[in-house]
């Protein structure tokens, strides 16, 4: 996976990146606001060299907050041209208390990719930025009073998706909170092949275990050692694994007795991949 930030940013060295990890038969995907799509003779171009270069997916992000950069209307050329371009595209609109924004214009103008599958909309719970960056302060409580938000599963990006971030670090996670979050690191490409780095990559049980339990699992492994012990609320599983991971008592708590489960992990990540 590639995302940011921004990953397009990156100019012809996100191509070249897309290219290699196509070559080495890695699934690729990228994450983007669209901006580069200001029209559609732009977008077309833009498609055609990422479909060129073996990109699988688009992820194209928009909704209220975006909206106050990046038109809606540049998310609906880069969705119309990666889908010609036989790129799969998924357009995320942001879900949160503060978001207004109205979709019908997306099913509008894209209504015959969505219809022939080659463009599907999802409404996703946005999270406050974990690292503390921005003013905006986001709640869920829409999400928590009717979904319940979530409760408990594993995470299948873990480990199953390589993100690849602006500075050319790898990390295990689908791209949310992953730059705020080191535990989730895999190792840098900046100056290592990729085949290199991953191969080098050591076994992390955290990640094993955010995989087979997430983070729900976990903390009630935390709470078997410190009775009471509960995640707080989350709208997602990326909101719930970054109050686990900036959780210290926590995580001394998975420090000192994860080892005791260690097997079993082992053994439940094993099944879920034969």
Not at 75 to 86: D, E, M, Q
Not at 90 to 102: A, K, L, P, Y
Request: net charge negative.
């Amino acid at each position: 996976m590639f995302t940011g930030g921004e990953c397009f940013l990156l100019g012809n060295d996100l191509d070249a990146l897309i290219a290699h990890a196509h070559q080495v038969e890695f699934d690729t995907r990228a994450i983007s606001n669209g901006y580069w799509a200001v029209n559609a003779y732009a977008a077309a171009k833009r498609a055609t060299r990422l479909a060129t270069s073996g990109l699988d997916e688009l992820m194209l992000s928009t909704g209220t907050f975006h909206q106050q950069f990046i038109p809606v209307e540049r998310v609906i050329h880069a969705a119309r041209a990666a889908s010609a371009a036989g790129i799969s595209t998924r357009i995320s609109v942001e879900r949160c208390d503060q978001s207004d924004f109205d979709d019908s214009i997306i099913r509008t103008e894209l209504a015959q990719q969505i219809t022939e599958g080659v463009v599907a909309i999802a409404h996703d719970p946005w999270i406050s930025d974990a690292g503390g960056r921005g003013n905006a302060r986001l709640s869920h409580n829409r999400i928590l009073m009717h979904d319940a938000g979530y409760q408990h599963g594993g995470c299948p990006q873990i480990l199953t998706i390589i993100s690849v971030t602006p500075d050319q670090r790898l990390t295990a996670c689908c791209g949310f909170p992953l730059e705020e979050l080191p535990l989730l690191e895999i190792g840098s490409v900046a100056n290592r092949p990729l085949d290199e780095v991953m191969t080098s990559a050591p076994t992390d049980l955290l990640h094993a275990w955010l995989h087979v339990a997430g983070p729900a699992g976990i903390s009630e492994f935390v709470a078997k050692h410190l009775p009471g012990y509960r995640l707080p609320p989350s709208a997602s599983i990326c909101q719930a694994c970054i109050a686990l991971q900036r959780d210290k008592v926590a995580m001394a708590v998975i420090a000192t007795h994860g080892n005791d489960v260690a097997a079993s992990i082992a053994t439940r990540f094993l099944q879920l991949h034969r």
